[in-house]
């Protein structure tokens, strides 16, 4: 079965993306290798909002060779947008408006690469509350936002979690893997 | 100079508590060693709201006997209340409530161990805008909890942080230590 994995960068602060969508704050380091995580997933997942704001981004010159390749890589995969009103005229995305959790168990369990959990907070919290979520690996970065949108919103359970992996990273990020206990 | 030290558990979603002040979910296992920084610092820094939840506080006999020892070592300390209004009918308590930057600067001049600023999240703010924490130790605790009192709370410029030590417990608690990078 292909894994669901959450995988952002977030703030100190628990944010990922300032009050006005700033993601200069992101450090986008060799090191970290996120292409080989790119690699390993051919599908992403997206709420419509997230969809209409990096769906089809396109960093501009001023953006390190790092974030260039990683949104090159990005628009090669398939796109799945959560939606009830969205229609999206391109034939690499896929718009999903009703029963979320039979579609994209449907989605798991058709042969393929791992599947990528892009975002916004409200898509997070619907697969948080559907169970849906194999995997979470968030890249810590050493700073604190202040304000901002946040990973985790209006969540109303607890989720214990397992720590599965630590990775620390010289630009003093720290990447935190964890599986849902449920899924261990 | 004694060091200002911010050293909180936190939830992956980064609160400090539960909506109810619950903290049953921090961890305290032999293998953190938080003795060893009890026995670093003399002195704890409470807000008011803080100070009268967790200033004399005595677990139950249900509690863990580490988190015993833990509240048993916390108040052999030194403690400091910031308010503008409380009296504190104690002797190891000192009130601060006016000229807080000029008081704390005072207070890490003297000689003496390393100071723990315990919180909450209105004094961690009011520290970090006077610039005043040599040190944030956070331990991430392998869980969502949803809702709660976030350890971070209106902040109003970013906080650049430089990583100085990761340690990863069997548990499933990550410490990270950083230094603003203006005290580096």
């Not at 990922?16 to 080989?36: A, H």
């Not at 959560?82 to 369990?109: G, H, M, P, W």
Request: net charge negative.
């Amino acid at each position: 079965m292909r894994k669901i994995i959450l995988d952002l960068a977030v703030t100190l602060d628990g944010f990922i993306e300032g009050p006005n969508g700033e993601i200069d704050w992101c450090i986008m380091d060799d090191e970290m290798d996120f292409s080989k995580f790119l690699a390993a997933i051919d599908t992403i997942l997206y709420g419509r909002i997230s969809y209409d704001l990096w769906g089809q981004y396109q960093p501009d010159d001023s953006a390190s060779p790092a974030m260039q390749d990683t949104f090159t890589a990005i628009h090669t995969k398939h796109k799945v947008v959560f939606s009830k009103t969205a229609t999206v005229k391109d034939e690499n995305v896929r718009v999903i408006s009703t029963d979320i959790e039979k579609q994209v168990q449907s989605l798991k369990s058709q042969p393929g690469k791992d599947i990528w959990l892009y975002g916004g907070a409200n898509l997070i919290t619907t697969f948080i509350d559907l169970n849906l979520i194999d995997e979470y690996r968030l890249s810590v970065h050493p700073i604190v936002l202040g304000k901002g949108k946040p990973i985790f919103d209006n969540i109303d359970r607890r989720i214990n979690l397992s720590l599965t992996q630590t990775r620390v990273f010289k630009s003093g990020v720290v990447q935190l893997c964890y599986q849902p206990q449920n899924n261990v």
